[in-house]
């Protein structure tokens, strides 16, 4: 299993950026992929990006695509989410997600999961 834990949340204004970040500890050598996801208010949890551990493949979902971008650091065992020009829909809680067996980035379903990182943007 592992042990995943985001930070880096807040609330910002229109048009700012953010970082969040996700510390993986535990089996992390069985990581195949790590994927960010959201959920605003009333609405279904959506993946928003993907990255490989290994290979550095990256996934977005139109939603982010040219405004978020993913990375990670393997040694840190560490994934993160840059947030720039965002916007009052892009307020949701964000949860990170790892992948133990190889799937397409866009189908990330989740075996660990954090505790997720409220983001809150005002107009």
């Known amino acids: 299993q592992v042990q995943l834990v985001e930070s880096g949340g807040g609330l910002v204004q229109a048009g700012d950026s953010l970082r969040l970040s996700c510390a993986a500890s535990g089996r992390t050598f069985s990581t195949y992929a790590m994927g960010w996801f959201r959920q605003a208010p009333g609405k279904e949890r959506e993946l928003i990006a993907g990255?490989?551990?290994?290979?550095?493949?990256?996934y977005y979902a139109d939603s982010v695509k040219g405004r978020f971008t993913i990375s990670r650091n393997n040694a840190k065992n560490t994934v993160y989410l840059q947030m720039n020009s965002l916007k009052p829909e892009d307020t949701a809680v964000y949860y990170c997600?790892?992948?133990?067996?190889?799937?397409?980035?866009?189908?990330?379903?989740?075996?660990?999961w954090g505790q997720g990182t409220q983001v809150t943007v005002s107009s």
């Open positions: 990255v490989t551990m290994g290979g550095g493949s990256t």
């Open positions: 997600a790892s992948d133990r067996l190889p799937v397409p980035l866009n189908k990330i379903r989740g075996d660990d």
